[in-house]
């Protein structure tokens, strides 16, 4: 057992999550940079988030917060917003953000998907962009229950991710064009390098697997939305 960063005791076993947060979210430079070379469109989903009922009661948590585009956004427009992030130095760049707009309704926390340990009342929503893909398949399904148990009954689960939408077969054919769509440099695009290090380094998976994994773990698939290339997935996943 070692203690984890809310101070609970973690059991030798379970995934070291700052391990597997990927090279890049743990580099001050790719940090620095990262809301030149990514727009999360948080404004367009925190507006999809209140035609699914998102208001000024709301408990939102978010996982994998990076640098708070999102929770940034999603603060005027809820009771509380509790940023979930493993990595110390995305959650300096949220803090600092908060600071500044002197947000009084954001709780930034260290910890994962695996770790996390919710306090007060249940979330109405969880959102996350881009960071379940750091779990391999066992413990997606593992975080998939805890938010399950985070959310209150009927409660969303806002899903978007790089969740590959075709067959083993075409891995070739998709992966490659994807990885040749990247650019050359680092500083305001993703480059073909850090595609690639995706594939290889961290743990995507299939819509067919993901989606099973969802419903078994007591989500229904309200809304389903794949990118052209297959490489991307947007889901509604609503609390049974």
């Given at each position: 057992?070692s203690?984890?960063?809310?101070?609970?005791?973690?059991?030798g076993?379970?995934?070291?999550?700052?391990?597997?947060?990927?090279?890049?979210n743990?580099?001050?430079?790719h940090?620095?940079?990262y809301d030149?070379?990514?727009?999360?469109?948080?404004?367009?989903?925190?507006?999809?988030c209140e035609s699914?009922?998102?208001?000024?009661l709301s408990?939102?948590v978010?996982?994998?917060s990076g640098?708070g585009?999102?929770?940034i956004?999603?603060?005027?427009?809820?009771?509380?917003?509790?940023?979930?992030d493993?990595?110390?130095?995305?959650?300096d760049r949220?803090?600092s953000?908060?600071a500044?707009?002197?947000?009084a309704n954001?709780?930034p926390?260290?910890?994962?998907?695996?770790?996390y340990?919710?306090e007060?009342?249940?979330a109405?929503?969880v959102?996350?962009r881009?960071a379940?893909?750091?779990?391999p398949?066992f413990?997606?399904?593992?975080a998939?229950d805890?938010?399950?148990?985070i959310?209150r009954?009927?409660?969303?689960?806002r899903l978007?991710?790089?969740?590959?939408n075709f067959?083993?077969?075409?891995v070739?054919?998709?992966i490659g064009?994807?990885?040749?769509?990247?650019?050359?440099t680092?500083?305001e695009?993703?480059?073909?390098?850090?595609l690639e290090e995706?594939?290889r380094?961290?743990?995507?998976t299939f819509?067919?697997v993901l989606e099973?994994?969802a419903?078994?773990?007591?989500?229904?698939v309200?809304?389903?939305?794949f990118?052209d290339?297959?490489?991307s997935a947007?889901?509604?996943?609503?609390r049974?």
């Open positions: 057992m203690a984890g960063s809310q101070g609970e005791l973690v059991p076993w379970l995934l070291n999550e700052a391990d597997a947060a990927g090279r890049e743990l580099d001050p430079g940090v620095a940079r030149l070379k990514e727009d999360a469109r948080a404004e367009e989903e925190v507006e999809l699914l009922g998102l208001g000024p408990t939102v978010e996982f994998g640098t585009q999102f929770t956004a999603v603060a005027p427009k809820c009771k509380r917003i509790v940023a979930v493993v990595s110390p130095l995305m959650l949220l803090r953000k908060v500044n707009g002197a947000i954001v709780v926390v260290q910890a994962g998907f695996l770790t340990r919710h007060g009342d249940p109405d929503f959102y996350s881009y379940l893909h750091h779990l398949d413990w997606k399904a593992v998939l805890r938010i399950h148990g959310l009954p009927s409660g969303v689960f978007w991710d790089v969740v590959f067959d083993p077969a075409d070739a054919e998709r064009s994807w990885c040749s769509s990247g650019g050359s680092i500083e695009e993703w480059s073909r390098a850090e995706h594939v380094d961290e743990h995507s819509t067919w099973p994994m419903q078994r773990c007591g989500f229904d309200e809304a389903a939305e990118s290339d297959g490489i947007k889901y509604v996943l609503r049974k």
